[in-house]
């Protein structure tokens, strides 16, 4: 951490005397831990015997009355069924977040435990994280938006927004446009990122049609709405032992199906595997039962978010240059390709 960062954060942690109690003035110590594709950055923050993330939020990052609303449910959760949540604290003025320069920030509790990296997971983790979400998900149906949070976290039944919006992602993804990216990378010395990329494109020439036939045929189907995670896939869901110790990253969450949740963690931790799929399904419907209509929507989900997934970072690489020095986003695409090269087969 440099030095302007250091003393912004303390700027900010300061706001929260009562949080940090004594050991403000004595040993706080703040780390770097980094970001995701967010942009947004992270600080661990250890003052005395408790562990705190310090956020800061890119800019111009989600809307206020948004940011305050995912706080007030992130609240709710956690007091109404003891969901493993991150509620940010109160500054010394009562507000979830602070303004300091010119960046808006929040400090929340550091959950403990740790991703499960194994492939797959063993059985009673993947159960456990099954019925962690689904006691969210349950919990979260009977959540009353204020006024003003209610466009992003209301209750209600009618089409996944997620579908309209891939639809609409789908649509984009022209002929020309893929042509297009793939003559901007073919100039690029080889890299194991254009390789990849190249890849996507192709199965996006293969793919898209079918892609966006299946999105059509569900546009309209009317599902259980209200506020989901939606970027809920195996590095944010922690654990110790065999118990789920935190659901972290609630940024993107808002009203949705539960589908996309489900689509999004199972295939990145099960990948194209329909028995292990089933399995999971199971264990989560026997906390709360899944309808007719949120069972169709979850492998369209997964196959739409793949392919999307894929063209997004297509998009990234061929409007920034196929940088990528920590590896993280070769990692990611390719096992996008993996996947897309197993449904190709089946």
């Keep these: 951490m440099n030095d302007s960062d250091l003393s912004r954060c303390r700027v900010v942690l300061s706001r929260y005397p009562e949080v ?42 989600l ?35 602070v303004c300091e320069g010119g960046a808006v920030w929040q400090l929340e509790p550091w959950l403990p435990g740790a991703p499960d990296n194994a492939e797959p997971p063993p059985a009673n983790r993947l159960t456990a994280a099954m019925q962690a979400l689904a006691v969210l998900h349950r919990t979260s149906q009977t959540y009353l938006a204020s006024h003003e949070g209610a466009q992003w976290f209301s209750v209600r039944v009618g089409p996944s927004p997620a579908v309209l919006e891939r639809l609409g992602l789908v649509r984009s993804w022209t002929p020309r446009l893929l042509s297009e990216a793939r003559l901007r990378l073919m100039p690029t010395v080889p890299t194991r990122l254009s390789e990849l990329a190249m890849q996507v494109i192709e199965h996006g020439e293969r793919t898209l049609f079918s892609v966006q036939g299946e999105l059509e045929a569900v546009s309209d189907l009317a599902v259980p709405l209200f506020p989901c995670l939606r970027d809920v896939w195996r590095d944010h869901i922690l654990f110790e032992g065999d118990c789920v110790t935190g659901l972290i990253d609630a940024a993107a969450a808002r009203t949705e199906t539960v589908g996309a949740d489900l689509s999004r963690y199972l ?9 292990r799929w089933n399995h999971a399904l199971e264990r989560y419907a026997a906390v709360r039962p899944l309808s007719d209509s949120e069972r169709v929507l979850i492998p369209i989900l997964d196959r739409s978010n793949l392919l999307l997934s894929g063209l997004h970072w297509v998009r990234q690489i061929v409007e920034s240059g196929p940088l990528d020095p920590d590896g993280r986003i070769a990692e990611r695409l390719s096992r996008i390709v993996r996947r897309l090269d197993s449904h190709t087969s089946r």
């Design 20 to 61: 940090l109690g004594a050991a403000f003035h004595t040993d706080v110590e703040a780390v770097t831990v980094g970001g995701g594709f967010s942009g947004a950055r992270v600080w661990r923050v250890v003052a005395g015997e408790n562990q705190f993330s310090l956020r800061r939020w890119p800019e111009p990052g």
């Design 267 to 275: 295939g990145s931790t099960l990948g194209n595997d329909p028995e």
């Design 63 to 97: 809307h206020s009355s948004r940011l305050r609303e995912l706080h007030r449910w992130l609240r709710y959760l956690s007091d109404s069924a003891g969901c493993p949540v991150a509620v940010p604290a109160e500054s010394c003025e009562g507000a979830s977040v």
